[in-house]
Protein backbone atom coordinates (compact mmCIF):
# COMPACT_ATOMS: atom_id res chain seq x y z
CA UNK A 1 0.00 0.00 0.00
CA UNK A 2 2.09 2.79 -1.49
CA UNK A 3 1.94 5.57 -3.59
CA UNK A 4 -1.41 7.28 -1.78
CA UNK A 5 -2.38 10.75 -3.17
CA UNK A 6 -3.21 14.19 -0.92
CA UNK A 7 -5.14 16.16 -2.35
CA UNK A 8 -7.93 19.05 -3.07
CA UNK A 9 -10.99 16.29 -3.65
CA UNK A 10 -11.49 15.68 -7.55
CA UNK A 11 -14.20 13.50 -8.02
CA UNK A 12 -14.78 11.11 -11.02
CA UNK A 13 -16.31 7.31 -11.34
CA UNK A 14 -15.24 4.58 -8.69
CA UNK A 15 -16.16 1.01 -8.87
CA UNK A 16 -19.91 0.24 -9.22
CA UNK A 17 -20.51 3.83 -7.79
CA UNK A 18 -19.08 7.35 -8.42
CA UNK A 19 -18.68 9.89 -5.80
CA UNK A 20 -20.38 12.98 -6.45
CA UNK A 21 -19.23 15.58 -3.72
CA UNK A 22 -16.98 17.96 -6.63
CA UNK A 23 -20.39 18.41 -7.48
CA UNK A 24 -21.23 20.51 -4.45
CA UNK A 25 -18.31 22.01 -4.32
CA UNK A 26 -18.06 23.66 -7.81
CA UNK A 27 -19.07 26.93 -7.64
CA UNK A 28 -19.42 27.24 -4.12
CA UNK A 29 -16.97 29.17 -2.02
CA UNK A 30 -16.28 27.57 1.78
CA UNK A 31 -14.42 29.37 4.84
CA UNK A 32 -10.58 27.91 4.33
CA UNK A 33 -10.47 26.04 7.48
CA UNK A 34 -13.34 23.76 5.89
CA UNK A 35 -12.10 21.86 2.80
CA UNK A 36 -12.88 17.98 1.13
CA UNK A 37 -9.28 16.48 0.75
CA UNK A 38 -8.83 13.02 -0.42
CA UNK A 39 -6.68 10.62 -0.09
CA UNK A 40 -6.17 7.57 -1.73
CA UNK A 41 -4.25 4.57 -3.10
CA UNK A 42 -3.88 1.05 -4.41
CA UNK A 43 -5.52 -1.81 -1.76
CA UNK A 44 -6.85 -5.58 -2.26
CA UNK A 45 -6.06 -5.38 -5.80
CA UNK A 46 -7.64 -1.98 -6.63
CA UNK A 47 -8.21 1.45 -5.38
CA UNK A 48 -9.12 3.17 -2.11
CA UNK A 49 -10.48 7.25 -2.29
CA UNK A 50 -11.13 8.83 1.13
CA UNK A 51 -12.94 12.17 0.94
CA UNK A 52 -12.36 13.55 4.90
CA UNK A 53 -13.55 17.29 5.96
CA UNK A 54 -10.37 19.43 7.58
CA UNK A 55 -8.66 22.48 7.42
CA UNK A 56 -5.79 22.62 4.73
CA UNK A 57 -3.69 20.96 7.53
CA UNK A 58 -1.02 18.79 5.85
CA UNK A 59 0.74 17.32 8.82
CA UNK A 60 -2.49 16.23 10.23
CA UNK A 61 -3.49 14.54 6.61
CA UNK A 62 0.09 13.07 6.26
CA UNK A 63 -1.03 11.50 10.04
CA UNK A 64 -4.44 10.26 8.82
CA UNK A 65 -3.16 8.85 5.69
CA UNK A 66 -0.64 6.96 6.95
CA UNK A 67 -3.09 5.55 9.58
CA UNK A 68 -5.73 4.69 7.29
CA UNK A 69 -2.23 2.57 5.30
CA UNK A 70 -1.76 0.56 8.53
CA UNK A 71 -5.68 -0.19 9.14
CA UNK A 72 -5.84 -1.48 5.51
CA UNK A 73 -2.65 -3.35 6.11
CA UNK A 74 -4.55 -5.07 8.92
CA UNK A 75 -7.51 -5.84 7.14
CA UNK A 76 -5.30 -7.80 4.40
CA UNK A 77 -3.02 -9.64 6.50
CA UNK A 78 -5.70 -10.91 8.62
CA UNK A 79 -8.21 -11.78 5.66
CA UNK A 80 -6.70 -11.90 2.31
CA UNK A 81 -6.53 -15.16 0.57
CA UNK A 82 -3.64 -13.56 -2.64
CA UNK A 83 -1.32 -13.95 0.53
CA UNK A 84 0.39 -16.74 1.42
CA UNK A 85 1.23 -15.51 5.34
CA UNK A 86 -2.37 -13.78 6.38
CA UNK A 87 -4.45 -14.99 9.19
CA UNK A 88 -7.04 -16.61 6.49
CA UNK A 89 -4.56 -18.38 4.76
CA UNK A 90 -3.11 -20.15 7.60
CA UNK A 91 -6.48 -21.13 8.52
CA UNK A 92 -7.19 -22.77 4.46
CA UNK A 93 -3.93 -24.49 4.77
CA UNK A 94 -4.98 -26.36 8.19
CA UNK A 95 -5.26 -30.10 7.27
CA UNK A 96 -6.93 -30.95 10.05
CA UNK A 97 -9.82 -28.41 11.16
CA UNK A 98 -11.64 -30.17 13.51
CA UNK A 99 -10.27 -28.79 16.54
CA UNK A 100 -10.51 -25.17 18.05
CA UNK A 101 -8.27 -22.54 15.63
CA UNK A 102 -8.26 -18.70 17.52
CA UNK A 103 -9.20 -16.63 15.27
CA UNK A 104 -8.17 -12.56 15.77
CA UNK A 105 -11.59 -10.54 16.96
CA UNK A 106 -11.50 -8.89 13.46
CA UNK A 107 -11.96 -11.88 11.35
CA UNK A 108 -13.91 -13.69 13.75
CA UNK A 109 -16.36 -10.76 13.16
CA UNK A 110 -16.30 -11.10 9.39
CA UNK A 111 -17.08 -14.73 10.22
CA UNK A 112 -19.58 -14.34 12.42
CA UNK A 113 -21.88 -11.73 10.44
CA UNK A 114 -21.01 -13.99 7.26
CA UNK A 115 -22.25 -16.61 8.82
CA UNK A 116 -25.99 -14.41 9.84
CA UNK A 117 -25.83 -13.36 6.07
CA UNK A 118 -25.92 -16.80 4.79
CA UNK A 119 -28.99 -17.68 7.11
CA UNK A 120 -30.67 -15.01 6.02
CA UNK A 121 -29.93 -15.66 2.10
CA UNK A 122 -30.62 -19.46 2.57
CA UNK A 123 -26.91 -20.11 2.00
CA UNK A 124 -26.50 -17.82 -1.62
CA UNK A 125 -23.77 -16.01 0.60
CA UNK A 126 -21.52 -18.68 1.25
CA UNK A 127 -17.57 -18.09 2.17
CA UNK A 128 -16.92 -21.70 1.64
CA UNK A 129 -17.38 -21.47 -2.04
CA UNK A 130 -13.78 -20.58 -2.33
CA UNK A 131 -12.39 -24.04 -3.83
CA UNK A 132 -15.19 -23.91 -6.41
CA UNK A 133 -14.38 -19.82 -7.20
CA UNK A 134 -10.82 -21.25 -7.82
CA UNK A 135 -11.91 -24.02 -9.68
CA UNK A 136 -13.97 -21.30 -11.90
CA UNK A 137 -10.55 -19.39 -12.20
CA UNK A 138 -11.60 -16.15 -10.23
CA UNK A 139 -9.37 -17.32 -7.11
CA UNK A 140 -5.62 -16.55 -6.22
CA UNK A 141 -5.24 -19.65 -8.67
CA UNK A 142 -4.89 -19.71 -12.59
CA UNK A 143 -8.09 -19.16 -14.69
CA UNK A 144 -8.87 -22.95 -16.16
CA UNK A 145 -8.04 -23.68 -19.78
CA UNK A 146 -11.64 -25.69 -19.90
CA UNK A 147 -15.24 -25.26 -18.05
CA UNK A 148 -15.37 -27.48 -15.05
CA UNK A 149 -16.76 -30.62 -15.09
CA UNK A 150 -20.00 -31.64 -13.58
CA UNK A 151 -17.85 -34.75 -11.86
CA UNK A 152 -15.65 -31.56 -10.75
CA UNK A 153 -18.18 -29.43 -9.32
CA UNK A 154 -20.20 -31.98 -7.78
CA UNK A 155 -16.85 -33.83 -5.62
CA UNK A 156 -16.58 -29.90 -4.40
CA UNK A 157 -19.95 -28.69 -3.45
CA UNK A 158 -20.00 -32.04 -1.23
CA UNK A 159 -17.73 -31.02 0.89
CA UNK A 160 -18.87 -27.08 1.20
CA UNK A 161 -20.84 -25.04 2.97
CA UNK A 162 -21.45 -22.31 5.29
CA UNK A 163 -23.21 -24.68 8.13
CA UNK A 164 -19.70 -26.85 7.85
CA UNK A 165 -18.31 -24.17 9.60
CA UNK A 166 -18.69 -23.67 13.62
CA UNK A 167 -17.67 -20.60 15.23
CA UNK A 168 -16.95 -19.91 19.24
CA UNK A 169 -17.24 -16.49 20.89
CA UNK A 170 -15.23 -16.92 23.69
CA UNK A 171 -12.73 -17.24 23.11
CA UNK A 172 -12.49 -16.52 19.15
CA UNK A 173 -12.12 -19.73 17.24
CA UNK A 174 -13.51 -21.43 14.66
CA UNK A 175 -13.46 -25.37 13.59
CA UNK A 176 -14.87 -27.63 11.27
CA UNK A 177 -15.16 -31.39 10.78
CA UNK A 178 -13.75 -31.59 7.37
CA UNK A 179 -11.13 -29.32 6.03
CA UNK A 180 -13.04 -25.41 4.33
CA UNK A 181 -10.94 -22.69 2.29
CA UNK A 182 -12.67 -19.84 3.31
CA UNK A 183 -12.95 -17.11 0.85
CA UNK A 184 -13.90 -13.45 1.99
CA UNK A 185 -13.73 -11.76 -0.93
CA UNK A 186 -17.44 -10.52 -1.04
CA UNK A 187 -17.26 -9.61 2.24
CA UNK A 188 -13.59 -8.50 3.85
CA UNK A 189 -13.84 -5.21 1.22
CA UNK A 190 -16.66 -3.42 2.55
CA UNK A 191 -14.77 -4.57 6.63
CA UNK A 192 -11.69 -2.52 4.93
CA UNK A 193 -14.32 0.15 5.02
CA UNK A 194 -15.65 0.12 7.96
CA UNK A 195 -12.32 -0.21 9.62
CA UNK A 196 -11.06 2.36 8.09
CA UNK A 197 -14.28 4.43 9.28
CA UNK A 198 -13.87 3.54 12.89
CA UNK A 199 -10.02 4.81 12.25
CA UNK A 200 -11.46 8.35 11.41
CA UNK A 201 -14.44 8.46 14.07
CA UNK A 202 -11.63 7.52 16.71
CA UNK A 203 -9.62 10.43 15.09
CA UNK A 204 -12.51 12.78 15.29
CA UNK A 205 -12.89 13.46 11.69
CA UNK A 206 -16.65 13.90 12.06
CA UNK A 207 -17.43 14.13 7.72
CA UNK A 208 -15.98 11.58 5.50
CA UNK A 209 -16.57 9.89 2.90
CA UNK A 210 -14.55 6.34 2.20
CA UNK A 211 -14.69 3.91 -0.85
CA UNK A 212 -12.41 1.06 -2.04
CA UNK A 213 -13.49 -0.64 -5.16
CA UNK A 214 -16.96 0.60 -5.52
CA UNK A 215 -18.10 0.05 -1.81
CA UNK A 216 -18.77 3.35 0.33
CA UNK A 217 -19.21 4.37 3.64
CA UNK A 218 -20.29 8.00 4.81
CA UNK A 219 -20.33 10.11 7.65
CA UNK A 220 -21.89 13.33 8.50
CA UNK A 221 -22.07 15.94 5.91
CA UNK A 222 -19.82 17.99 3.57
CA UNK A 223 -19.16 21.54 3.92
CA UNK A 224 -22.68 23.60 3.34
CA UNK A 225 -24.51 21.20 4.61
CA UNK A 226 -25.26 18.72 1.70
CA UNK A 227 -25.18 14.70 2.25
CA UNK A 228 -22.89 12.98 0.41
CA UNK A 229 -24.15 11.92 -3.30
CA UNK A 230 -23.35 8.32 -5.06
CA UNK A 231 -24.15 7.32 -8.39
CA UNK A 232 -25.38 3.90 -8.95
CA UNK A 233 -23.51 2.97 -12.25
CA UNK A 234 -25.24 1.46 -15.20
CA UNK A 235 -24.34 -2.07 -15.94
CA UNK A 236 -22.53 -1.91 -18.98
CA UNK A 237 -19.41 -3.25 -20.19
CA UNK A 238 -16.62 -1.14 -21.16
CA UNK A 239 -19.16 1.49 -20.61
CA UNK A 240 -19.45 3.88 -17.28
CA UNK A 241 -22.71 6.17 -16.83
CA UNK A 242 -25.03 7.13 -14.01
CA UNK A 243 -28.13 5.04 -13.59
CA UNK A 244 -29.85 6.59 -10.09
CA UNK A 245 -27.91 9.00 -7.82
CA UNK A 246 -28.53 8.67 -3.82
CA UNK A 247 -27.97 10.77 -0.83
CA UNK A 248 -26.79 9.10 2.36
CA UNK A 249 -25.79 10.50 5.69
CA UNK A 250 -24.23 7.80 7.96
CA UNK A 251 -25.20 5.03 6.26
CA UNK A 252 -22.66 2.21 3.99
CA UNK A 253 -23.58 1.14 0.01
CA UNK A 254 -22.65 -1.62 -1.94
CA UNK A 255 -23.02 -3.08 -5.55
CA UNK A 256 -22.63 -6.90 -6.97
CA UNK A 257 -23.14 -7.20 -10.47
CA UNK A 258 -21.92 -9.42 -13.39
CA UNK A 259 -20.71 -6.72 -15.77
CA UNK A 260 -17.02 -6.18 -14.19
CA UNK A 261 -15.70 -9.38 -13.94
CA UNK A 262 -15.94 -12.13 -16.07
CA UNK A 263 -14.38 -14.11 -18.63
CA UNK A 264 -15.76 -16.26 -21.97
CA UNK A 265 -14.76 -19.36 -23.20
CA UNK A 266 -16.27 -21.54 -25.84
CA UNK A 267 -18.42 -18.68 -26.92
CA UNK A 268 -19.97 -18.11 -23.60
CA UNK A 269 -19.79 -15.53 -20.67
CA UNK A 270 -18.55 -16.60 -17.60
CA UNK A 271 -19.73 -14.38 -14.40
CA UNK A 272 -17.43 -14.14 -11.33
CA UNK A 273 -20.33 -14.71 -9.05
CA UNK A 274 -20.98 -18.31 -7.84
CA UNK A 275 -23.95 -19.61 -7.01
CA UNK A 276 -23.05 -22.03 -3.93
CA UNK A 277 -26.14 -24.27 -4.78
CA UNK A 278 -25.15 -25.19 -8.03
CA UNK A 279 -21.35 -24.76 -8.36
CA UNK A 280 -21.95 -22.50 -11.55
CA UNK A 281 -21.96 -18.73 -12.40
CA UNK A 282 -25.24 -16.53 -12.14
CA UNK A 283 -27.01 -17.01 -14.96
CA UNK A 284 -30.08 -14.69 -14.52
CA UNK A 285 -31.25 -11.32 -15.95
CA UNK A 286 -30.49 -9.57 -12.57
CA UNK A 287 -27.40 -7.22 -14.22
CA UNK A 288 -26.47 -5.02 -10.33
CA UNK A 289 -28.11 -4.96 -6.77
CA UNK A 290 -26.99 -1.94 -4.76
CA UNK A 291 -27.78 -2.42 -1.18
CA UNK A 292 -27.72 -0.06 1.72
CA UNK A 293 -27.11 -0.60 5.35
CA UNK A 294 -25.52 0.69 8.80
CA UNK A 295 -22.12 -0.95 7.84
CA UNK A 296 -20.31 -1.65 4.89
CA UNK A 297 -19.55 -4.98 5.72
CA UNK A 298 -23.23 -6.22 5.53
CA UNK A 299 -23.78 -3.90 2.46
CA UNK A 300 -21.01 -5.66 1.20
CA UNK A 301 -22.03 -9.42 1.43
CA UNK A 302 -25.95 -8.52 0.76
CA UNK A 303 -25.25 -7.13 -2.40
CA UNK A 304 -23.49 -10.34 -2.89
CA UNK A 305 -26.07 -12.78 -1.91
CA UNK A 306 -29.20 -10.86 -3.35
CA UNK A 307 -27.16 -10.98 -7.00
CA UNK A 308 -27.20 -14.95 -6.47
CA UNK A 309 -30.89 -15.27 -5.33
CA UNK A 310 -31.52 -13.48 -8.02
CA UNK A 311 -34.13 -10.40 -8.62
CA UNK A 312 -37.64 -12.26 -7.86
CA UNK A 313 -36.36 -14.02 -4.52
CA UNK A 314 -33.98 -11.48 -3.66
CA UNK A 315 -36.53 -8.41 -4.10
CA UNK A 316 -39.35 -10.37 -2.06
CA UNK A 317 -36.76 -11.41 0.92
CA UNK A 318 -35.46 -7.08 0.84
CA UNK A 319 -38.89 -5.63 0.97
CA UNK A 320 -39.96 -8.27 3.88
CA UNK A 321 -36.96 -7.70 5.72
CA UNK A 322 -37.01 -3.48 5.11
CA UNK A 323 -33.62 -3.43 3.27
CA UNK A 324 -33.24 -0.60 1.14
CA UNK A 325 -31.89 -2.59 -2.10
CA UNK A 326 -32.35 -0.97 -5.85
CA UNK A 327 -32.31 -3.44 -8.22
CA UNK A 328 -31.15 -3.21 -12.45
CA UNK A 329 -32.45 -6.20 -14.77
CA UNK A 330 -31.19 -6.79 -18.21
CA UNK A 331 -34.29 -7.52 -20.66
CA UNK A 332 -34.70 -7.65 -24.44
CA UNK A 333 -35.96 -3.38 -24.29
CA UNK A 334 -32.75 -2.46 -22.30
CA UNK A 335 -32.75 -2.13 -18.42
CA UNK A 336 -35.35 -2.62 -16.53
CA UNK A 337 -35.17 -0.97 -12.66
CA UNK A 338 -36.84 -1.88 -9.64
CA UNK A 339 -36.36 -0.81 -5.44
CA UNK A 340 -37.86 -1.65 -2.33
CA UNK A 341 -40.15 0.69 -0.56
CA UNK A 342 -37.04 1.19 2.34
CA UNK A 343 -34.73 2.26 -0.89
CA UNK A 344 -36.98 5.17 -1.90
CA UNK A 345 -36.36 7.96 0.55
CA UNK A 346 -32.85 7.50 -0.75
CA UNK A 347 -33.37 8.50 -4.27
CA UNK A 348 -32.20 12.20 -5.37
CA UNK A 349 -33.00 11.30 -9.13
Not at 187 to 198: C, E, F, H, P, W
Not at 281 to 289: G, R, T
Request: charged fraction near 20%; charge should be negative; include cysteine.
Amino acid sequence: MTSRMLQPVRVGFVGAMLALAGLALAGCSFEPEEKVWEISGPVFGTEYHINVVLPDDQARLEALAAGIEGELEKVDASMSTWRADSELSQLNQAEDQSEWMPLSAPLYEVLQQADAISELTGGAFDVTIGPVVNLWGFGPKARPEQVPSEQELARLLAVTGYDKLELRGQPPALRAEKPQYIDLSAIAKGYGVDAVARYLDSEGIQAYLVEIGGEVRVNGRKPGGDAWRLAIEEPTSGVRQVNRIVALENQAMATSGDYRNYYESEGRRFSHTIDPVTGRPIQHNLASVTVIAEDCMSADALATGFNVMGFEQAHALATRENIPAYFIIRTENGFETHQTPAFSSYVTQ
